[in-house]
């Protein structure tokens, strides 16, 4: 499968921990995306990476939160003190930009984060 | 950013066309309309996407109004499999690259 793939798949935590979600992009892919979503809503953007740099971070993305590429290929996105509130769905997404005709961005299933 | 406005559901019975409106009348020059699809529990997929002119590829036709403040996404044969939430979405080529989702519609497809 050479989609973009997230781990892990679900994550169940106590308030006030620290995690850690990953994402491996379409390979030739320069750019990534995360989004959250809650239920009955459509995805909300947090940040983007083109390449190792991150060019836009949404005001939903508070303090507490952290995304990084390094070496522009897998992205890291961490939530440190979790709150209750940040339950959702994590996706990712990855694109070659606008260099294919469509922009076309491509998702992987997410990471579903449960805060008890 | 541009705001789409689409019906929050719409229904259809299997292998009939679904028309799936969408209004965006602040739309700009430079926006293009984008349609992505959510099926249950997996991330959004890519339908279509047009500037000006009506556009048909192997899983949808869009027609956009002339104006450009509306357009319609078509199904001409809808599938059980079609049943998602899909969503309308502007997204400026040259300004910024990220797209933003509104809530959109969600299709119920009845044998």
């Known amino acids: 499968d050479t989609g973009v793939s997230q781990d892990p798949r679900h994550k169940i935590t106590k308030r006030g921990q620290n995690v850690t979600f990953r994402c491996d992009p379409i390979?030739?892919?320069?750019?990534l995306y995360w989004y959250r979503q809650t239920l009955g809503q459509g995805p909300e953007f947090l940040t983007y990476?083109?390449?190792?740099?991150?060019?836009?971070k949404s005001r939903l993305l508070s303090d507490r939160f952290s995304a990084e590429r390094p070496k522009g290929s897998f992205s890291t996105l961490e939530i440190q003190r979790t709150e209750q509130g940040d339950s959702a769905m994590y996706l990712c997404?990855?694109?070659?930009?606008?260099?294919?005709?469509?922009?076309?961005?491509?998702f992987g299933e997410g990471s579903r984060l449960t805060v008890l | 950013d541009a705001k789409t406005t689409q019906p929050n559901s719409m229904e259809s019975n299997e292998e009939e066309p679904v028309h799936l409106p969408c209004n965006h009348s602040?739309?700009?020059?430079?926006?293009?309309i984008h349609w992505y699809r959510q099926l249950p529990s997996q991330g959004p997929e890519y339908v279509i996407h047009?500037?000006?002119s009506n556009v048909n590829n192997r899983m949808a036709s869009l027609a956009i109004a002339e104006d450009r403040k509306s357009s319609t996404l078509i199904l001409h044969r809808a599938t059980l499999r079609d049943a998602a939430v899909y969503y309308c979405?502007?997204?400026?080529?040259?300004?910024?690259?990220?797209?933003?989702f509104g809530t959109g519609t969600r299709l119920q497809v009845f044998p």
């Open positions: 602040t739309i700009s020059g430079t926006d293009y």
């Open positions: 047009g500037l000006t």
């Open positions: 997404a990855s694109s070659l930009g606008w260099q294919t005709n469509t922009g076309e961005l491509f």
């Open positions: 979405i502007l997204r400026d080529r040259y300004n910024t690259d990220k797209l933003i």
């Open positions: 990476f083109q390449n190792e740099a991150q060019l836009e």
């Open positions: 390979s030739e892919h320069n750019r």
